[in-house]
């Protein structure tokens, strides 16, 4: 089935860029049947969409990230990357890549990878 | 964007009794072209990723117990499980996928009286 796992520094200074990235395994970025989306939840809170990309390249951000958003999407290595640029300790987060089924505008969110917590300090 | 709200934040249950949960939108997600509910249900345990139960407000992923019951129409919408167990003691959220941003309730926790 398909599996999805998160890679990166766990800590990133304020002010920097944090960068992500997803590979995915038992299945290809490149469906058409699928975007491939960031999702954040903050330690003891809620859950929050960052975005998504989609294997053409074409994105969908959150209003509340966009301006410090870029995603990316490597066909060839099955991956897609997030940026988040301008970090605070509001940033601080567990960070999901998950897997959104093209419905309409967005689908759910299965499967998941199991996350990595991202922490903005000094 | 549509907010989502759950209730209520925290519910202890005996093992074996049902649970309930509620999640309101801020305006429906009922797609007319369809007639569908844009909206799901997850189950995240601790230290785990958010997991699917539901889809289309009703249907149940492959995999899940029968337990697990979807309900609702328009803005008002249920999660039910039937019979308690030990298993089930996690955190529940709706989501809606009808607008954009896909937006989540604040979750609810289920624990064992």
């Known amino acids: 089935q398909v599996q999805l796992q998160e890679s990166g520094p766990g800590l990133v200074k304020p002010s920097e860029t944090l960068s992500l990235t997803c590979t995915v395994s038992?299945?290809?970025?490149?469906?058409?049947?699928?975007?491939w989306s960031w999702i954040r939840q903050p330690p003891g809170k809620g859950l929050e969409w960052i975005g998504y990309?989609?294997?053409?390249?074409?994105?969908n951000y959150n209003p509340s990230l966009r301006s410090r958003l870029t995603m990316s999407v490597d066909t060839s290595k099955n991956q897609f990357s997030l940026k988040l640029s301008s970090v605070t300790a509001a940033d601080t987060a567990v960070y999901y890549c998950?897997?959104?089924?093209?419905?309409?505008?967005?689908?759910?969110?299965?499967?998941w990878g199991q996350g990595i917590l991202v922490s903005v300090s000094s | 964007d549509i907010v989502m709200t759950q209730s209520p934040d925290f519910l202890a249950v005996s093992l074996g009794e049902r649970a309930t949960i509620n999640c309101k939108s801020s305006?429906?997600?009922?797609?007319?072209?369809?007639?569908?509910?844009?909206l799901v249900w997850y189950q995240q345990k601790p230290g785990q990723p958010p997991k699917l139960l539901i889809n289309?407000?009703?249907t149940r992923a492959s995999g899940v117990p029968d337990r697990f019951s979807g309900s609702g129409s328009g803005t008002v919408f249920t999660l039910t499980i039937s019979s308690l167990q030990a298993e089930d003691v996690a955190v529940y959220y709706c989501?809606?996928?009808?607008?954009?941003?896909?937006?989540f309730g604040g979750g609810t926790k289920v624990e064992i009286k």
């Open positions: 998950a897997r959104d089924l093209v419905v309409a505008a967005h689908g759910w969110f299965d499967p």
């Open positions: 038992g299945g290809s970025v490149s469906s058409s049947d699928y975007y």
């Open positions: 990309i989609y294997f053409s390249g074409s994105t």
């Open positions: 305006q429906s997600v009922l797609y007319s072209s369809n007639n569908k509910n844009f």
């Open positions: 289309w407000a009703s």
């Open positions: 989501q809606q996928y009808y607008g954009t941003p896909p937006t």
